[in-house]
């Protein structure tokens, strides 16, 4: 069964700030991962999709990277602002299932 | 622009009454979800259909059921909301297993 634990919990950095976001996965069978942002009482975004076969994926201020034999994910973002406060959750797709992480709850400070 | 849509955005219901959401979707994906998030947990799958074709999580109560007339529409229905159903709920599509769209989701309120 596929587990996905992303860290930090939370995390609070100053406007400006590159920052990245940690995930990890236990199944490296793993179809494809997709990162997500949910804002308090919203719905879920998506933010990048990394196929099984790449290795990262890049919009904008954002990059997020997969390496399936480490079973690790990253998110980069680059010059944090205020807007980007908000739960980014991490999730591994296979058999039609989503498996979420936690989240990482992101206050950037302007 | 292709999206899906969730109706309604805020529900209140009564104990034991029943409460049907809905979900619509532009993009022709084949698949549709339901999820259920319940306050700083993360989304848990309730049931999904692969075309027609229904698939129930193990854990998911029968309480919950789930229609889609046509491939643009899926419904959930609760027979009868406890105050335990209290939750966001989030109804998401894909082409086969290759990247999700979720709706906005509707907040149910179970009083």
């Known amino acids: 069964k596929q587990e996905v634990t992303q860290i930090p919990a939370a995390l609070s950095v100053p406007e400006g700030e590159n920052l990245v976001l940690n995930c990890s996965f236990t199944?490296?069978?793993?179809?494809?991962l997709q990162w997500f942002r949910q804002d308090p009482g919203k719905g879920l975004t998506s933010l990048l999709l990394?196929?099984?076969?790449?290795r990262e994926q890049t919009s904008g201020r954002l990059n997020a990277s997969l390496d399936k034999s480490s079973g690790r994910s990253t998110l980069y973002i680059a010059a944090s602002q205020p807007g980007d406060s908000a739960t980014y959750l991490c999730?591994?797709?296979?058999?039609?299932?989503?498996?979420f992480g936690k989240g990482t709850k992101l206050s950037v400070i302007p | 622009d292709a999206m899906v849509i969730q109706n309604p955005r805020y529900q209140v219901t009564q104990f034991g009454k029943p409460v049907t959401l809905s979900c619509s979707q532009t993009?022709?994906?084949?698949?549709m979800y339901w999820y259920q998030q319940k306050s700083s947990q993360a989304p848990k799958l309730l049931f999904h259909?692969?075309?027609?074709?229904?698939?129930n999580e193990a854990d998911t109560p029968d309480n919950f059921q789930s229609r889609r007339p046509n491939t643009s529409f899926c419904f959930l229905d609760i027979r009868s909301p406890g105050l335990g159903d209290t939750a966001m709920y989030l109804c998401?599509?894909?082409?086969?297993?290759?990247?999700?769209?979720f709706g906005s989701g509707t907040r149910l309120t179970v009083v």
């Open positions: 998401a599509t894909s082409r086969d297993d290759r990247g999700y769209t």
């Open positions: 199944d490296s069978a793993i179809y494809n």
């Open positions: 990394i196929q099984s076969s790449q």
């Open positions: 999730c591994g797709a296979g058999s039609y299932q989503l498996t």
């Open positions: 993009l022709n994906h084949n698949v």
């Open positions: 259909y692969y075309d027609k074709d229904f698939n």
